[in-house]
């Protein structure tokens, strides 16, 4: 059994993210969002974060920028001794390629699922070849 | 026998197909069989974009697909066949293919007879085809994706 998710971001990039992701992938109760409100700062954050991921002994948080404040807080978690992985950068191709890899009982790697979902799609139009 | 999966799907290749049967079915080659598709580059080269890297991709005629798949060119791979009608299933079977199983995913059609879920709708014909599929042993199912349960189809196409 894989790692919750935990999404967290500047805004409700993570909500969405994971409706968008349940579109193709079905429901998924087992991820989790937290969402840095325009108002908000770390210290409300963390305490979202930390209500959030109370109940969760092993998780995944995947952070929708490097730098930013949700990673920040985050990261400073894993500075206090916090055990849980911490990926930047999530788009939708990391979340299935986590969900797939759960799903295959394989261990996933976040980074390869990430950048392998982005690609210069007229280079990739100008290299298809037939083959049936 | 190479057949994993057949899955009737209006948009044939995309998010759900590419993505998560794919992979759940762990497939090696999509063969897509489609009389018109087949004749077009254009369709051709779109379904070969969203095809998963590492996934080869046949687009065939449905007489050719079946010449293919009888003569056994697929026999070492795992082969996830889609299609937009079920019609060319029919044809499928009657030129000699087996057919265990058939996921209907998406069909939308704008000249439906009868809506069976959100994501399906289907013409006199296509009632026609499925109930044909079913009395050739043929089991219809529709699971858009694994985390719901397969519901039987033609209990759906009867209610």
Same mark, same amino acid.
């Given at each position: 059994m894989a790692a919750p998710l935990v999404l967290i971001s500047h805004g409700n990039l993570?909500?969405?993210?994971?409706?968008?992701?349940?579109?193709?992938?079905?429901?998924?109760?087992d991820i989790r969002t937290v969402a840095l409100e325009p108002k908000a700062g770390p210290a409300e954050f963390l305490a979202e974060f930390t209500q959030a991921t109370e109940d969760l002994e092993d998780f995944v948080v995947f952070a929708d920028l490097y730098g930013?404040?949700?990673?920040?807080v985050a990261a400073k978690l894993l500075l206090g001794g916090a055990t849980f992985k911490l990926y930047a950068g999530m788009n939708m191709a990391m979340v299935i390629d986590y969900l797939n890899a759960a799903m295959l009982g394989q261990d996933p790697n976040p980074v390869s699922g990430g950048t392998n979902g982005i690609c210069d799609v007229n280079a990739q139009l100008q290299q298809l070849t037939d083959d049936d | 026998m190479s057949i994993i999966g057949?899955?009737?799907?209006?948009?044939?290749?995309?998010?759900?197909?590419?993505?998560?049967?794919?992979?759940? #079915?762990?497939?090696s080659r999509i063969m897509v069989i489609d009389?018109?598709?087949?004749?077009?580059?254009?369709?051709?080269?779109?379904?070969?974009?969203?095809? @998963?890297?590492?996934?080869?991709?046949?687009?065939? @005629?449905?007489?050719?697909?079946?010449?293919?798949? #009888?003569?056994?060119?697929?026999?070492?791979?795992?082969? #996830?066949?889609?299609?937009?009608? @079920?019609?060319?299933?029919?044809q499928l079977v009657e030129a000699g293919v087996q057919l265990a199983d058939v996921n209907v995913g998406t069909l939308a059609r704008g000249n439906a007879q009868k809506t069976v879920t959100h994501q399906i709708s289907v013409t006199a014909e296509d009632i026609a085809d499925f109930k044909q599929l079913d009395e050739k042993g043929v089991h219809l199912f529709a699971q858009l994706n694994p985390s719901v349960k397969a519901e039987d189809f033609m209990k759906l196409l009867q209610s």
């Open positions: 993570c909500v969405e993210l994971k409706k968008s992701v349940e579109l193709i992938m079905g429901p998924q109760p930013g404040t949700p990673c920040n | 057949t899955r009737v799907d209006g948009r044939l290749i995309h998010g759900q197909v590419a993505n998560l049967w794919v992979t759940k #079915l762990q497939i009389d018109d598709v087949a004749e077009s580059q254009i369709e051709k080269s779109g379904l070969k974009l969203a095809t @998963p890297a590492g996934v080869r991709l046949s687009v065939l @005629p449905v007489a050719k697909a079946a010449d293919h798949i #009888l003569a056994g060119k697929y026999d070492s791979q795992r082969l #996830l066949i889609v299609v937009k009608e @079920p019609k060319y299933l029919v």
